[in-house]
C-alpha cells in the first residue's frame, strides 16, 4: 500500500460541531497534531485538518472541519453542512448549557444536514472531575434517545479522542459502502430494465422488439 498521501482509497468529510468554547478545535488539532494548547483559540475562518488512517485494508482521507466560530451564534450556514459524512456533536461536561444545547444542535442537523449524516456525541474534558456539571450517565442516556454513540474525552488528557474520531469514521465509512452498494444496485436495476432481457448484461436474449 502507498504511503503517498495524495493516494487514497475513500475521502470522508467530517465535520465538527457544538456551542462555542467547548473544545471542538482542541479536539481536532490533539487528533490530528497530536497537539494540545491551553490558550483559548479564536477560529478564523472556517479551516479544515487532513488526517490519513487506514480502514478496513483502505486508505482513507479524512478531511475534518472546524467551524469559524459563527456556532457563537448557533447558526452555521447550510453550505458547512453540504457533503458531509459524519458529525461529531460536542459539548462540555462541565456547561450544562452546552449540554442542553445538543438538541438544538440535532435539529439544525436534522433541518441542513445530507439525509444521511452520521453522528456522534462527545463530551469533552473529562478530565475536570470537579468542575462536572453533566454525569456520565446523563451524557448516555442522552445518546440512546437521539440514537448515536457517545464518548467522554479530554482533548487536554488526551482520553478517548483517537477512539471517538475511529468510531466517527468508521460508522462514516459505512454509510458510504452502504449507498455505494444501493446505487449500484439501483444502476444493475435500471440496465436490467434497458436491456429488457430480464438477464442484465450483454449476451442476454434480444430486446422486446
Ligand atoms: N481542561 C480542558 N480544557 C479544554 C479541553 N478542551 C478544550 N479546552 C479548553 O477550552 C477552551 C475552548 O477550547 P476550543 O477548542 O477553542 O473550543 P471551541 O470553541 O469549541 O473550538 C480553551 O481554553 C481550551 O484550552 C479539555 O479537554 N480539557
Ligand atoms: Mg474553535
Redesign the pocket.
Known amino acids: 500500500m502507498s504511503d503517498d498521501p495524495s493516494v487514497y482509497d475513500m475521502h470522508i468529510k467530517l465535520l465538527m460541531l ?1 456551542d ?8 481536532l488539532l490533539r487528533y490530528a497534531y497530536d497537539s494540545f ?5 479564536t ?1 478564523i475562518g472556517i479551516d479544515f485538518k487532513i488526517k490519513h488512517i487506514h480502514l478496513d485494508g483502505l486508505k482513507v482521507k479524512l478531511q475534518i472541519w472546524d467551524t469559524a466560530g459563527q456556532e457563537r451564534f448557533r447558526t452555521i450556514t447550510v453550505s458547512y453542512f453540504k457533503g458531509a459524512h459524519g458529525i461529531i456533536l ?1 459539548y462540555d461536561v462541565t456547561d450544562r448549557d452546552t449540554f442542553e444545547n445538543v438538541r438544538h444542535w440535532i435539529e439544525q442537523i436534522k433541518k441542513y444536514g445530507e439525509r444521511e449524516v452520521k453522528i456522534i456525541m462527545v463530551g ?2 473529562c ?2 472531575h470537579s468542575l462536572r456539571m453533566v454525569s456520565t450517565s446523563e451524557g448516555s442516556t442522552l445518546a440512546s434517545e437521539i440514537s448515536v454513540p457517545f464518548f467522554e ?5 488526551n482520553v478517548n479522542v483517537d477512539e471517538a474520531f475511529l468510531k466517527m469514521a468508521r460508522d462514516a465509512k459505512e454509510g458510504i459502502d452502504r449507498r455505494t452498494k444501493e446505487d449500484e444496485g439501483r444502476a444493475s436495476e435500471s440496465s436490467l430494465m434497458l436491456d429488457g432481457s430480464g438477464k442484465g448484461g450483454k449476451g442476454g436474449k434480444g430486446g422486446c422488439c
Open positions: 457544538g462555542t468554547g467547548v473544545g471542538k478545535t482542541c479536539l494548547s491551553p490558550t483559548f483559540i477560529t460536542c469533552n474534558k478530565d475536570k474525552t479530554s482533548a487536554k488528557g
